[in-house]
C-alpha cells in the first residue's frame, strides 16, 4: 500500500482500504485483507465493519472521485509491534459545494475511552487539511452518544442544527473550522 494511503498517528494508522478490500470485507473475507494489511482484524470489527464495507464499496462505484475520503481502517500498533483494528473512521463523501466534509468513526468496546478516537479524527482533519486544502468539517451525532459528544467538544465543533436520519434517528448536527 503507498506510503500516501495510510495517515500515522503517535500510537495509530488508519490504511485507506481499496474497493478490492472493500468488496472482500462486505463478503465476509476478512482474512485476506488482514494479511495485506499485515493486521489482526478481530470478529467483532469485521461484524461491525461489514455492511459499512458494503456500502461504501457501492458509493465508490457510482462516484470514484470519493475513494481518498472513504472507509479507513484505525489500527492500533501493540507493545509487539504488530498491528489491530480496533475501529473505523470515514468521511461520508468527499467535499460538498462548501469545502466541507463529515467524518464517522466506530471503535471497538473494548478500546473507547483510552483517546484513540480524538486520535483517529485529529490526524485524518490533518491530513485532510495539509493535503486536500479542506478546512471546514461536520460532525452528526445522537443525543444520548456521550462519549461522540465530548470528542466533538473537545475538537471545538459547534452545534449548527438537527436532523432526521433513518437509521438512527434524530442526530445533531456540528461543524468546525479549521485554520
Given at each position: 500500500?503507498?506510503?500516501?494511503?495510510?495517515?500515522?498517528?503517535?500510537?495509530?494508522?488508519?490504511?485507506?482500504?481499496?474497493?478490492?478490500?472493500?468488496?472482500?470485507?462486505?463478503?465476509?473475507?476478512?482474512?485476506?485483507?488482514?494479511a495485506?494489511?499485515?493486521?489482526?482484524?478481530?470478529?467483532?470489527?469485521?461484524?461491525?465493519?461489514?455492511?459499512?464495507?458494503?456500502?461504501r464499496?457501492?458509493?465508490?462505484?457510482?462516484?470514484?472521485?470519493?475513494?481518498?475520503?472513504?472507509?479507513?481502517?484505525?489500527?492500533?500498533?501493540?507493545?509487539?509491534?504488530?498491528?489491530?483494528?480496533?475501529?473505523?473512521?470515514?468521511?461520508?463523501?468527499?467535499?460538498?459545494?462548501?469545502?466541507?466534509?463529515?467524518?464517522?468513526?466506530?471503535?471497538?468496546?473494548?478500546?473507547?475511552?483510552?483517546g484513540?478516537?480524538?486520535?483517529?479524527?485529529?490526524?485524518?482533519?490533518?491530513?485532510?487539511?495539509?493535503?486536500?486544502?479542506?478546512?471546514?468539517?461536520?460532525?452528526?451525532?445522537?443525543?444520548?452518544?456521550?462519549?461522540?459528544?465530548?470528542l466533538?467538544?473537545?475538537?471545538?465543533?459547534?452545534?449548527?442544527?438537527?436532523?432526521?436520519?433513518?437509521?438512527?434517528?434524530?442526530?445533531?448536527?456540528?461543524?468546525l473550522?479549521?485554520?
Amino acid at each position: 500500500m503507498p506510503a500516501d494511503d495510510v495517515i500515522r498517528s503517535q500510537r495509530l494508522e488508519l490504511p485507506l482500504l481499496s474497493l478490492d478490500q472493500l468488496d472482500r470485507l462486505a463478503a465476509g473475507d476478512g482474512a485476506s485483507v488482514g494479511a495485506e494489511l499485515q493486521a489482526i482484524l478481530p470478529i467483532p470489527w469485521l461484524d461491525e465493519v461489514r455492511w459499512l464495507a458494503g456500502m461504501r464499496a457501492q458509493q465508490l462505484r457510482l462516484r470514484p472521485a470519493d475513494a481518498p475520503w472513504l472507509l479507513r481502517a484505525i489500527l492500533l500498533r501493540t507493545t509487539e509491534d504488530a498491528l489491530q483494528a480496533i475501529g473505523y473512521l470515514n468521511f461520508h463523501a468527499g467535499p460538498d459545494e462548501r469545502g466541507m466534509v463529515e467524518v464517522g468513526y466506530t471503535l471497538l468496546p473494548e478500546a473507547r475511552g483510552q483517546g484513540y478516537a480524538i486520535e483517529a479524527v485529529r490526524a485524518a482533519f490533518d491530513w485532510a487539511t495539509s493535503d486536500r486544502g479542506i478546512h471546514r468539517f461536520r460532525a452528526s451525532v445522537t443525543p444520548d452518544n456521550e462519549r461522540s459528544l465530548n470528542l466533538i467538544n473537545k475538537l471545538g465543533f459547534r452545534q449548527t442544527g438537527e436532523q432526521w436520519d433513518a437509521e438512527d434517528g434524530l442526530e445533531l448536527v456540528f461543524e468546525l473550522e479549521r485554520p
